[in-house]
């Protein structure tokens, strides 16, 4: 049996005292997606994998309309409000005895039986989700303590099969071989996914081309790519009214998260960013909108085009507007559960990317899916990262002029590409004129915004002390996971089976990674 061995989770405490002039919504993220059976909201399977144009031209049909409406309720006041909930996903690699990727996830998933599991694009990658929560009183030790159970009993059933459950950016271990379709998911919306991909480059190979301390350059034909690389993807659900401030506070925050979480610095063996999930997953899926505008503004992987300006709409909009459908699979479901719009959005890969999902009356609302963090490298430090970006986006949206006030879109997309290569070392621009390292920033001006937001919610000043500080310690240790990674291969050598065994673990004790001992 697996069980961590480090810091010592709370007991949650029974989150049933309402927050004043809010509405409670608490339904589990992962079960939005079972809304609407017959179209393939974002985990959905579907029925066939091969579309003409008429299904094309149908589909996008459904999708103007589900916009339309949409904006319609938006005006009402339709969508849901409430307090403000949180939850996340997090995805997972299985790895053999040897720690190179274990495609089993099919066995994985009958043996495991939850719900809150799911398949990713390869057989060797697992997506575990959770419940969403009030952000309240001791919620970040709620959402540990959940998480924590279910990994352990993740960990346990990848141990009946002879494998290990890891989370990582990316597998030091992972060579271009071992992304190939052979080790695609056995599901149709993958093989769909895969042959509109290159349908849209006119069977153009991708070309990967990464400069960071080495360089990579690597041609693939199919989508695997994408398998690469692995994220804690932080969920916020928010009232329509804050919904564009909140999404434009996640983009402004993008680099200095991406700054304190870096945990990818390797591919195929190559030493490339800090984390160089952002450039694999840019890379992998290179198709753009209409003209396959590929290297234009409108990427479907990408940092967006610009902050919303009066309503998050806008993003459904431009989906509309500026994408094609890729996977143009046509459903009787009625307009009101956006099935189709749902399945659009959920091919369009902003690093923040606005969701409508369904509470438990039907009613729909709005959250904000936050991509830029890699998965890793402990569970304290994944809920450390999210209590931080739940305090900041909180201080910033609560800030007269909000995160858009303080810096502008073009600026915020520089940052984040700076801190994606040079990482806590990165020299970002804030608010002012003059550079600032991203740690100096973090240290000085983030995390006591971060520490009034978390109170602004009602988060107990225990539970975000408790979080905040491993932020705040990890910083001024300046030992990130890519640190971290970096620092044993340059006593060790670029044994990668053998750092992937001393991550991995670390990993199990759940202490933070500034607190694992310096190879």
């Known amino acids: 049996m697996v069980r961590f061995t480090g810091i010592p989770v709370r007991p949650a405490r029974q989150l049933n005292t309402p927050?004043?002039?809010?509405?409670?919504?608490?339904?589990?993220?992962?079960?939005?997606?079972?809304?609407?059976?017959?179209?393939m909201p974002v985990g959905q399977e579907i029925d066939n994998t091969r579309f003409t144009p008429r299904d094309t031209e149908r589909f996008r049909k459904r999708v103007a309309e589900e916009t339309r409406l949409a904006r319609e309720m938006a005006a009402r006041g339709d969508?849901?409000?409430?307090?403000?909930?949180?939850?996340?996903?997090?995805?997972?690699?299985?790895?053999?005895?040897?720690?190179?990727?274990?495609?089993?996830?099919?066995?994985f998933l009958a043996r495991f039986d939850d719900p809150m599991a799911t398949p990713?694009?390869?057989?060797?990658?697992?997506?575990?989700?959770?419940?969403?929560?009030?952000?309240?009183?001791?919620?970040?030790?709620?959402?540990?303590?959940?998480?924590?159970?279910?990994?352990?009993?993740?960990?346990?059933?990848?141990?009946?099969?002879?494998?290990?459950?890891l989370m990582i950016g990316i597998?030091?271990?992972?060579?271009?071989?071992?992304?190939?379709l052979k080790n695609m998911s056995a599901m149709k919306r993958y093989r769909a996914l895969n042959r509109q991909v290159f349908r849209s480059r006119e069977d153009r190979p991708v070309h990967l081309d990464i400069n960071g301390r080495e360089h990579l350059k690597h041609d693939h034909k199919d989508v695997m790519l994408e398998a690469a690389t692995t994220s804690f993807q932080i969920h916020l659900q928010t009232p329509l009214e804050?919904?564009?401030?909140?999404?434009?506070?996640a983009i402004a925050i993008s680099a200095p998260m991406v700054a304190l979480s870096a945990n990818a610095p390797y591919l195929f063996g190559k030493d490339l960013w800090e984390e160089t999930r952002i450039p694999v997953f840019e890379q992998a899926v290179e198709v753009g909108g209409y003209q396959d505008a590929a290297r234009g503004p409108m990427r479907r992987v990408s940092f967006g085009s610009d902050y919303a300006r009066e309503s998050i709409m806008e993003c459904f909009q431009e989906n509309l507007d500026h994408f094609p459908p890729l996977l143009p699979m046509c459903g009787d479901t009625p307009p009101e559960t956006f099935a189709h719009l749902r399945l659009h959005n959920g091919t369009i890969w902003r690093w923040n990317r606005p969701l409508i999902g369904f509470?438990?009356?039907?009613?729909?609302?709005?959250?904000?899916?936050?991509?830029?963090?890699?998965?890793?490298?402990?569970?304290?430090?994944?809920?450390?990262?999210?209590?931080?970006?739940y305090g900041l986006v909180e201080d910033l949206v609560s800030t007269a002029g909000g995160a858009e006030g303080l810096i502008d879109f073009a600026t915020a997309k520089d940052n984040f590409y700076l801190a994606a290569r040079h990482g806590l070392e990165s020299q970002l621009h804030w608010d002012s004129e003059e550079r600032i390292s991203a740690r100096e920033l973090i240290?000085?001006?983030?995390?006591?915004?971060?520490?009034?937001?978390?109170?602004?919610?009602?988060?107990?000043?225990?539970?975000?002390?408790?979080?905040?500080?491993?932020?705040?310690e990890r910083v001024q240790a300046r030992t990130t996971g890519s640190h971290w990674q970096r620092a044993w291969v340059k006593t060790h050598g670029p044994d990668m089976a053998g750092l992937t065994?001393?991550?991995?673990?670390?990993?199990?004790?759940?202490?933070?990674?500034?607190?694992?001992?310096?190879?």
């Open 19 to 39: 927050h004043p002039g809010w509405i409670d919504l608490a339904p589990p993220f992962k079960h939005d997606r079972e809304v609407s059976r017959p179209v």
């Open 242 to 249: 804050a919904a564009h401030r909140v999404y434009n506070a």
């Open 501 to 519: 065994r001393a991550y991995r673990l670390q990993q199990m004790t759940d202490e933070p990674i500034h607190q694992w001992p310096l190879p």
């Open 171 to 180: 597998l030091p271990t992972l060579m271009p071989q071992d992304l190939c």
């Open 359 to 389: 509470g438990p009356s039907g009613r729909p609302h709005i959250r904000i899916e936050h991509r830029v963090v890699p998965a890793g490298p402990t569970l304290t430090d994944s809920i450390a990262n999210a209590a931080f970006f």
């Open 120 to 165: 990713e694009l390869a057989s060797f990658n697992v997506e575990l989700n959770t419940q969403a929560h009030p952000l309240r009183h001791r919620v970040l030790t709620t959402l540990h303590q959940e998480i924590r159970t279910t990994w352990e009993r993740a960990c346990d059933t990848a141990e009946s099969l002879d494998a290990h459950f």
């Open 79 to 107: 969508f849901g409000s409430g307090h403000p909930m949180a939850g996340f996903e997090i995805e997972a690699w299985l790895v053999n005895a040897d720690e190179s990727p274990a495609s089993l996830n099919e066995r």
């Open 443 to 472: 240290l000085q001006d983030l995390l006591p915004r971060a520490r009034r937001g978390l109170q602004h919610l009602g988060v107990t000043q225990a539970d975000a002390h408790h979080y905040l500080e491993v932020v705040a």
